[in-house]
């Protein structure tokens, strides 16, 4: 009989790139097992809703209408088999994810799960909510950090809850684990989590998670802004020339990009190290479309981020944006992502 728990991994680790194919490989092995009809036991398909299956259902629905604008966020399932599958699926998860077994919830927890309140917080602004201006005003920044950026913490909780990997999933490396296995929103073929109303969700607002997390912690007052340092400039020398054309590119991209999206520079791990600069849509990570690839900087470019001051003017705030950079911050990023892939 093969089980889950015959593909069990290491814990992942910052030691390890979460988009490394290895590492997802095996992730979704190890849903695929859980998924997959076993040859003896207890079928997985369920003859009828249990009171846990309608509470995760109702919360999958909630988690769904809950996503803030990305794409494929408006089907609701409640059917019993999906809840059942969704659940084999994080067992599997719980697995690959430390040894962990995701164990059937009484009703009252389950219940309890559609008002999550973990397992990820809102981490608190590291400066002033005025401390950025003129480049980023206060208003913006306090839209931004405490109502948009809190909804995608609430909702990822939510989203984790209904997927029944709240106590699985609980710190940013098994998140970022996830998000590289999690699939198309709504589509077919997600990795991890059956129901595709959830796994939309957790694409999205988990997504959102990572991505502000790392937006806000790589800018800094313009008075403390520096150039990069030496390790990161023969980076960006060598994958763009000089720091100027790697700045003209990203700008490029900031402005050019069509709609609600990131742009990003990243070290691509798989592909020796290269630092270069990729886009992704809506709430995206730049991992989910191309493993190795580790965000170093990013650039939000939703109109949240910008519209309450510059409102048509995006490329005003890409310049003024420039100003407030840490770069001391993307340097460690860049040493710790070639630190694991090493
Ligand atoms: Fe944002």
Not at 139 to 150: C, E, N, R, S, Y
Not at 299 to 323: M, Q
Request: with cysteine; charged share 15%.
């Amino acid at each position: 009989m093969t089980t889950a728990a015959a593909f069990v991994i290491a814990p992942p680790a910052a030691t390890r790139g979460v988009g490394h194919p290895r590492t997802r490989w095996r992730l979704a092995t190890a849903a695929a097992a859980a998924r997959r009809p076993a040859a003896c036991g207890p079928p997985v398909r369920a003859a009828h809703p249990t009171p846990r299956a309608a509470a995760v259902g109702a919360a999958a629905a909630a988690a769904a209408s809950a996503d803030d604008g990305g794409s494929g966020g408006g089907a609701r399932r409640t059917h019993s088999r999906r809840v059942v599958l969704a659940s084999a699926a994080a067992a599997a998860v719980a697995a690959a994810l430390g040894g962990v077994t995701a164990a059937p919830r009484p009703a009252a927890a389950a219940a309890a799960a559609a008002a999550p309140t973990g397992p990820f917080v809102l981490p608190p602004l590291p400066y002033a909510a005025d401390a950025l201006e003129p480049a980023i005003d206060a208003a913006t920044m306090t839209v931004h950090h405490d109502k948009h950026f809190a909804a995608y913490t609430a909702k990822l909780n939510a989203a984790l809850a209904a997927a029944g990997l709240a106590d699985v999933v609980t710190n940013d490396a098994s998140l970022r684990l996830l998000l590289g296995n999690v699939g198309a929103a709504g589509g077919k073929g997600g990795g991890v989590v059956a129901d595709p109303a959830v796994r939309a969700a957790i694409r999205n607002n988990g997504g959102g998670y990572v991505n502000h997390t790392l937006f806000f912690s790589t800018m800094t007052p313009a008075a403390k802004a520096a150039p990069p340092l030496v390790v990161l400039s023969e980076a960006i020398d060598g994958g763009f020339g000089s720091f100027d054309k790697m700045r003209a590119a990203f700008t490029s991209a900031a402005t050019g990009l069509f709609g609600s999206g990131w742009v990003w520079l990243v070290v691509d791990t798989a592909g020796g190290n290269r630092v270069r600069v990729t886009t992704t849509a809506n709430q995206d990570v730049p991992w989910a479309a191309t493993p190795g690839l580790v965000p170093v900087l990013g650039l939000d470019v939703w109109e949240h981020a910008y519209y309450l001051k510059y409102k048509n003017k995006r490329p005003d705030y890409v310049e003024a944006w420039w100003s407030v950079v840490d770069w001391a911050a993307v340097e460690r990023r860049y040493e710790e992502a070639i630190a694991s892939a090493a």
